[in-house]
């Protein structure tokens, strides 16, 4: 990838990659950052994720530091959350707790918050946070089991993957739909390109998917 800075991504997300392969930008390498993403007790949906971002951005960074080919690199870090008022949703990872994020947002709106950290090749930390307000349909409980069934919400925040099945649940979505997906596709763009990273460079022989 001569002719353009080096670009880290902090994260092994399958779908945080896809994002930015479909901006046209191809991360040199992925570091994902062994955080612990547990909310701290009466933590606020938008500090969660804002302190997520900047903590996994922070561990990407002294990996980095450490490795003579990506030093200096742009790294970026991104952590999404699930709320319902006050209320922080968990990644599900158990059926039941699947189960229960699912019936609490049956019927209703909930928010989805993805803060994104950007770490400069001269170290300074930029952070942006991108709300979207969705509105799932009343779910039955025979949809419920059969979404459970799939599997497709293991891991993810909330306990569903817009990008998948669930998308057939969305009555309404006000915001960005890549942010719920996991990275907000204009704002990440934008914030790079502000710091003067080439985001166009790979789009020349982009191929269509």
Not at 25 to 33: N, Q
Not at 129 to 146: M, P, Y
Request: aromatic residues 6%; proline residues 5%.
């Amino acid at each position: 990838m001569l002719g353009r800075p080096k670009f880290v991504l902090a994260s092994g997300s399958p779908r945080r990659l896809s994002l930015l392969n479909q901006a046209g930008i191809e991360p040199d390498a992925l570091r994902p950052a062994d955080v612990d993403e547990t909310p701290r007790r009466g933590e606020l949906p938008r500090a969660c994720a804002n302190r997520l971002a900047r903590a996994k951005a922070d561990a990407a960074l002294k990996s980095v530091q450490l490795d003579d080919e990506l030093r200096g690199a742009f790294i970026l870090a991104a952590d999404t959350v699930v709320a319902v008022g006050r209320r922080i949703l968990p990644k599900a990872n158990l059926v039941d707790e699947a189960a229960q994020c699912l019936r609490l947002l049956s019927g209703r709106n909930h928010r989805v918050y993805t803060a994104i950290c950007l770490v400069t090749p001269r170290e300074a930390f930029r952070q942006r946070l991108v709300e979207t307000r969705v509105r799932f349909k009343r779910l039955s409980e025979d949809d419920i089991q059969a979404y459970i069934g799939s599997g497709e919400w293991r891991g993810k925040a909330g306990g569903y993957a817009v990008q998948g099945i669930a998308g057939s649940f969305v009555v309404k979505m006000v915001g960005s739909y890549t942010n719920v997906v996991g990275l907000p596709l204009y704002e990440t763009a934008t914030l790079l390109g502000g710091e003067g990273f080439p985001i166009r460079f790979g789009w020349l022989n982009a191929t269509a998917v």
